[in-house]
């Protein structure tokens, strides 16, 4: 008997550990139930990690309460990596949990797809032919379908090819088709077997003074009534943190 006394003890404390409760903070509590008057949702979509602008994801989820998440196409494992070892598959596998970590910090949800960052990509073409455009199409579908936004926010623009790498002109190309059809349940009808039909509501290209070439025709630019405006500098007194601060935390 004496032989087994230890063996049990030790059994014991394993299921005593794994039953230990999540303790929330009253603010923390406080801010999921602020969430529950919100039914918004905003779905962010870019083509790599570091693409996403967490100023903006931060503001709708901390701000706005909106259930807010991006869609990353791919792992980022075509990038380069300056402080280690690790590249293609294994710097994919660090930039996935970098995003994963991020969204902990911004309070956003975080999907990809099945494309591959193969490199730099001169157009749109080239990317869409190299990823196999149908396969990737349905995995922005896919998200659309379960996430279910109310609203997609597109980093970059669909209507520019050539002007920046290719994987950015094909993840909007993406985005604006999966917008057409995701409602359409002739398109990729096996996907309805998991989850329904989805038809958000609106689509924005999240433009910046980068697309304009200064500050200053930035500036003038969005005096047009066309541009939606975010005042992302907002303060959060439960956080005891500002949004660009929340943002910078989650880079």
Excluded: C
């Excluded at 794994?18 to 801010?31: D, H, V």
């Excluded at 596998?93 to 991020?102: P, S």
């Excluded at 494309?115 to 579908?141: C, H, M, Q, R």
């Amino acid at each position: 008997m004496r032989k087994f006394l230890p063996f049990l003890f030790l059994i014991l404390s394993f299921e005593l550990d794994a039953q230990s409760p999540q303790k929330l903070s009253a603010s923390a509590i406080y801010e999921k139930i602020e969430k529950l008057n919100f039914l918004g949702s905003v779905l962010y979509l870019a083509a790599h990690p570091d693409d996403e602008n967490t100023r903006l994801i931060s503001y709708f989820s901390n701000e706005k309460h909106a259930r807010t998440a991006y869609l990353s196409l791919t792992r980022g494992d075509g990038g380069q990596n300056l402080i280690g070892p690790q590249i293609r598959e294994q710097l994919g596998l660090i930039r996935t949990q970098e995003l994963l970590a991020a969204r902990k910090i911004d309070g956003g949800r975080q999907f990809f797809s099945r494309a591959n960052d193969f490199g730099y990509s001169k157009n749109p073409e080239e990317t869409l032919k190299t990823w196999n455009k149908n396969e990737v199409l349905s995995d922005v579908v896919w998200v659309i379908r379960n996430f279910k936004p109310d609203v997609i926010i597109n980093r970059f623009d669909h209507r520019t090819p050539g002007t920046t790498h290719g994987h950015h002109t094909a993840s909007a190309i993406l985005s604006v088709e999966a917008f057409e059809i995701t409602k359409d349940q002739s398109i990729f009808p096996q996907q309805l077997e998991y989850t329904t039909t989805w038809q958000p509501e609106r689509l924005f290209f999240n433009t910046s003074s980068w697309f304009f070439g200064s500050q200053e025709a930035f500036r003038e630019a969005t005096k047009d009534e066309k541009y939606l405006t975010f005042d992302t500098g907002v303060y959060f007194p439960l956080k005891g943190l500002s949004n660009p601060e929340i943002a910078s935390l989650s880079r």
